[in-house]
């Protein structure tokens, strides 16, 4: 039998089920095998390996996945595709398909309920992407030791989250992610290899989740506000960004001083301060927020 990402396949399996496609729901299904084992490949998986995937579509990541990793619970939010998983996926039988929006799913939970034994934890996903940040922070943000997520984003949010300070796409995204995570260029990956083609190119990603922070920050929610706040207008300095978001205006003058005791003019913009600036700007700026 033809893998499940061959073109062939792909379809036989899409025209049997009457299957449409839903732009709602990011669906656009990967239909090249070499990219899916770059993806595999990326993420490190052995049989010790247990693995989350989010969206598995037709089954095309899962089935490579379940090649080689211990074990995969993959997140479906379309229930017209669990038929169509249960038949491509029959041959495996070290995945659980869970028919649950992502965003919904207790992770924690999740982990302890069916990743028992499991050396590791990863994420991979070809990222349904209208909601590529939620799941980033959903997975990010919940505190679990996942050594490496190997995604498929948009091209331009991969050029965000690889992005050095002082270049145009670094922001508060770039700052917020490389925080937690040490990202990483897999691939550009043209639109020809989905079906049907997106409008835009793609990219894989790998993300390898600090165990420390890269900079020591005293208030983390601080640090967060500061950084979102020094990006709010690309164009304004940090000085005008900071007193429209963060400090009350009243407190310039102290604001000033803290500036010019960091060694940080304030006519700098955001996107040219470190994570190491700003986290050392967070810290300073306790003292000046209510
Ligand atoms: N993994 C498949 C592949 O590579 O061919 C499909 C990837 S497609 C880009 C994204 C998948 O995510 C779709 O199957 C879509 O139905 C599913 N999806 C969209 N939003 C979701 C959500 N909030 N939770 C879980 N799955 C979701």
Redesign the pocket.
Known sequence: MKEI?SPGRTKMLLEKYGFSF?KS??????IDTNV?RTAVKAAEVDETTGVI??????G???EQLAKQAGRIVA????QR?LPILQESLQPYDNVRIIH????KVNLKEVVETYFEGMGKIKVV?????Y?TTP?LFHFIESGLRFEHMVL?VQREVADRLTAKAGSKDYGSLTVCVQYYAEPQLIKVVPKTVFVPKPKVDSALVKLTLRTEPPVQVADETLFFKTVRACFHQRRKTLLNNLLHQLIDKKRKTELLKVLDELGIAPTRRGETLTIDEFARLANRLQTLVD
Do not use: S
């Not at 997140?75 to 379309?78: A, L, R």
């Open positions: 990402a839903k729901l990011g669906q656009n299904f990967l899916l995937e989010v969206g598995p579509g037709i095309a990541l899962t997140f479906e939010i379309d595709l649950q929006d992502v965003l996903a070809n990222l349904p992407y909601v799941i498929m």
